[in-house]
């Protein structure tokens, strides 16, 4: 079934005074359409508005768009019954491929291959071993603070805390006008002792040159306000966390300042409902680097 979404303006009357206005708002629908009592109830529902004397819903059209709340995803655990998900929120490292331009590029090889190995072993048994050369910043990777600072932790000071079996919210900004990712985004969000996720769409571009131009990227003070509330880590699907156009780095600055670690060029964050899920993050336990290649993935449902 395609997925649909109604776009609308509203006005909203207080019975004790004043009132508020939306335009262009868009909401997740699963059918071909939406009575106005109905919207009117999601949104004192969603924005928890009390005193609410009168809605009007204005310029109401049912547009083709993806569902921002993952519906698919609820609606999977409520068929299944309590069975544990497991989403992959990490790209695969490849030999050759390009993470961040400037960067050189994995290389993948045999150090010991199967052949090679029979020479070593009785027959019928062989093995190979395997040899990487790469950079910290390849595929979907974790930074810690000694990659911003040098008396910040490095990967083995990680605490697991930080990055194991942690709850998780995803935070859905895709398709918005605006590639600066700002404060406001985050307010509806509780992100106090969580893995805050966000999910740009960025990943769509993954592979293609279109990848390394015009992506998402938070604000200076999108960061202030996530350290600020609390959050444990911080996630994103997109080429950078910050703007990439100038020299300064305010969002790593702020948030590995503050021992909030940042989780790069994730993916599939499309999979995962709003909240209720567990992240896992954690990268191996190295002295003297500050970021490495991760597994990141998710955990929800179950009993």
């Known amino acids: 079934m395609t997925d649909k979404r109604v776009c609308f303006d509203f006005e909203v009357e207080f019975s004790n005074g004043g009132g508020i206005q939306g335009q262009d708002f868009r909401l997740d629908i699963e059918s071909d359409d939406i009575g106005d009592d109905e919207l009117a109830a999601y949104i004192i529902r969603d924005m928890r508005l009390l005193m609410v004397g009168e809605v009007r819903i204005l310029n109401k059209q049912i547009i083709v768009e993806k569902h921002k709340r993952s519906a698919s995803t609820e609606a999977m655990i409520t068929q299944n019954g309590p069975t544990q998900i497991f989403v992959d929120l990490s790209h695969v490292i490849e030999s050759g491929m390009i993470t961040y331009k400037g960067l050189p590029a994995p290389l993948i090889c045999d150090h010991i291959s199967r052949l090679k190995s029979r020479e070593i072993y009785s027959a019928g048994t062989e093995f190979q071993i395997g040899r990487i050369d790469m950079v910290g910043n390849t595929g979907t990777y974790i930074d810690v603070p000694f990659h911003r600072y040098a008396e910040g932790h490095d990967l083995a000071g990680l605490g697991l805390d930080r990055v194991s079996d942690v709850p998780g919210v995803v935070v859905r900004v895709a398709g918005a006008a605006e590639r600066g990712i700002d404060w406001h985004h985050f307010v509806p969000v509780e992100c106090r002792g969580k893995a805050v996720l966000i999910h740009t769409g960025w990943d769509r571009h993954w592979g293609t040159e279109s990848y390394f131009e015009g992506h998402p990227f938070l604000t200076e003070k999108a960061a202030l306000y996530l ?52 992240f896992h993050a954690a990268p191996p336990k190295i002295a003297g680097m500050g970021t490495f290649p991760i597994r990141a993935h998710a955990i929800f449902g179950g009993a």
Request: zero cysteines; a negative charge; aromatic letters at 2%.
């Open 227 to 278: 350290r600020d509330q609390g959050a444990l880590l911080v996630g994103i699907d997109s080429l950078n966390i910050d703007d990439t156009s100038g020299g300064t780095r305010p969002v790593h600055s702020v948030l590995l300042g503050a021992d909030i670690p940042i989780v790069e060029h994730m993916t599939n964050l499309g999979a995962l409902p709003l909240d209720g899920f567990r």
